[in-house]
Structures are given as structure tokens and as C-alpha cells.
């Protein structure tokens, strides 16, 4: 595990530890659209009817230009997404006890296979045609 990974786990359990809630409240970390799982360390009590904390986690781009965003929340159900287009993914995952949410989820990963299939389908479309 890398230092950086020590940091968070460490941080999510001080502000779990710190957060006031009772016995039998569900809470789960919660962010929109963050850039880094940093950003998401913030512990909210879930409404009654809430049942899940979900992460999800979305990747596109081509080098450079390549980013992430990762939003937590409470949830009533659980969406399992998992898509993957090549040079866009997205992906929700669940868990079902008070602040099991701390993890970026980011086992998502663009596939360079679909990818380059793509961009040597445009080229060769570009070239038959004579663009």
C-alpha cells in the first residue's frame, strides 16, 4: 500500500471517529463530481429510507487530456453500472454498512483495445474516402 493510501485510510477513520451520529444511523461519505478521493471525506447521515452508500467513478479521455471524477452518496438502492466504451467508463459500486464508501473505486480502467480499434477504424475510413 502507498503512502498516499495510508493518508486517506487514516483520514477517512479519524473524521468517521469524529462524526456524531448515533447507533443506529447509517452515514456514508459523500462528494459530486470530485477530481480525487481527497475530496470525498466528508461523512453525511443518510436518510432513513437509505440503505447504500455508493461510489461511482468515471474516467475518459486520451492522454493528456485523460481525467477522472468520483461522487459518493447515500442511496435507497443499488445501481450496479459497469460501462465501458473505450475511451469513456463508468462505474457504481455498493456497500451496505455506516462508512464503507472511503475507497475511490478506481478499478475502472479505458480499454486501449477499443481504443486504437476505433481511431485505426476512423483512419481507415479517412483514407478511403480521401478526407
Not at 103 to 126: F, H, N, P, Q
Request: aromatic residues 8%.
Amino acid at each position: 500500500m502507498a503512502l498516499e493510501q495510508y493518508y486517506v485510510v487514516l483520514i477517512g477513520l479519524a473524521a468517521g471517529l469524529s462524526a456524531p451520529f448515533s447507533a443506529a444511523s447509517f452515514s456514508c461519505y459523500t462528494c459530486t463530481d470530485e477530481p480525487s478521493n481527497w475530496n470525498c471525506l466528508k461523512p453525511i447521515k443518510c436518510a432513513d429510507t437509505d440503505k447504500y452508500c455508493l461510489t461511482t467513478y468515471a474516467s475518459g479521455g486520451i492522454g493528456d487530456k485523460k481525467g477522472h471524477r468520483i461522487t459518493k452518496k447515500c442511496s435507497p438502492v443499488c445501481p450496479q453500472t459497469n460501462l465501458n466504451l473505450g475511451i469513456a467508463a463508468i462505474s457504481t459500486s455498493c456497500c451496505e454498512h455506516s462508512l464503507c464508501n472511503l475507497s475511490g473505486a478506481s478499478s475502472v480502467k479505458t480499454s486501449y483495445s477499443v481504443m486504437a480499434t476505433g481511431i485505426l477504424a476512423s483512419l481507415i475510413y479517412v483514407l478511403r474516402t480521401g478526407l
